[in-house]
Structure formats: structure tokens, C-alpha cells
């Protein structure tokens, strides 16, 4: 990813961190650098980190992990110190595609850099539904509590 991040965010900016497509080299830790503050918290449904260097880890860790992985961003709003950016992340894991649909909440310091990432996506269902047996039980496990 060639795109430089820079300070104010903007939406433009915002897609821009939330693009890769598959096949491209993820955001380098200066690019995180530009537009995450020192003490950021950062939050999925998998993992809570603290700290500019602990988020950087987290986001290396997964590109390590997959096989390859993409994001796109869809609507962005950024009001005040608040930002919300909807996505699709695919993740390709040993010869097989997950895709979760998601949104960020950005919360922006009086600097203007991100003080705050928490991620909102469904885990478990893109992550087991297209596994095997157990994606049968876990599609079994929504309608019964969905129904």
C-alpha cells in the first residue's frame, strides 16, 4: 500500500486506511505512525491492545496469518471526534475465503490523531459457517437463536 495516511483525517484518508486489495502489501508502521496516537486502544471481537507498537504487532500478525487479505471500505461518517467507516475484509486462510462485514468507530484526539479503534464485526459466524461439520452446527446455533 503506497498511500500516504496524514493528520487531519479526512474521509478520503479513511478510505484510504481502510483499502488493500488482495495481492497489495499492507499499511508500513510509518503510515500507522502518521494518524494513530502513542496510546491508541485498540479493540475487536478477538483481542484488546494497548499502544501504538501493540496495534502495529496486531495488525502485522494477521497479514502473517492469511494467506493474503483484502478491505474495502463503504460509508464513512466523521463528525466531531468521532469517525465510523463501514467494511468488508476477506481473508484467505489455506485455500479458503472468509469474508466479514464490519465497522470501525474511530475516536480522534484533540491533536487529531486516533485515540481510539474498536472494531465491530461478527466473528464467529464468517469464520465457522463455511468450515466443514462445524459450519452446519453453527448455522443450526443462529437460526435457534435468531428464530
Known amino acids: 500500500m503506497n498511500t500516504d495516511f496524514t493528520l487531519p483525517l479526512t474521509e478520503e484518508t479513511l478510505k484510504a486506511m481502510f483499502t488493500k486489495p488482495y495481492g497489495a502489501p499492507g499499511p508500513a508502521a510509518e503510515q500507522w505512525r502518521a494518524v494513530y496516537d502513542e496510546a491508541v486502544r485498540f479493540q475487536d471481537p478477538t483481542q484488546e491492545k494497548r499502544g501504538l507498537d501493540a496495534y502495529i504487532v496486531a495488525q502485522e500478525g494477521l497479514m502473517r496469518r492469511c494467506d ?5 471500505p463503504g460509508a464513512v461518517a466523521l463528525s466531531g471526534d468521532t469517525a465510523f467507516v463501514e467494511w468488508t475484509m476477506g481473508l484467505k486462510i489455506k485455500g ?12 480522534i484526539g484533540a491533536d487529531g490523531a486516533i485515540v481510539e479503534h474498536r472494531d465491530y464485526f461478527d466473528f464467529v459466524g464468517p469464520t465457522f459457517a463455511p468450515v466443514p461439520v462445524v459450519g452446519g452446527f453453527v448455522r443450526w446455533l443462529y437460526r435457534r437463536f435468531v428464530s
Not at 472468509?98 to 475516536?107: C, V
Open 96 to 107: 479458503m475465503e472468509f469474508i466479514y462485514p464490519g465497522t470501525t468507530r474511530l475516536r
Open 68 to 72: 493474503d487479505v483484502f478491505l474495502e
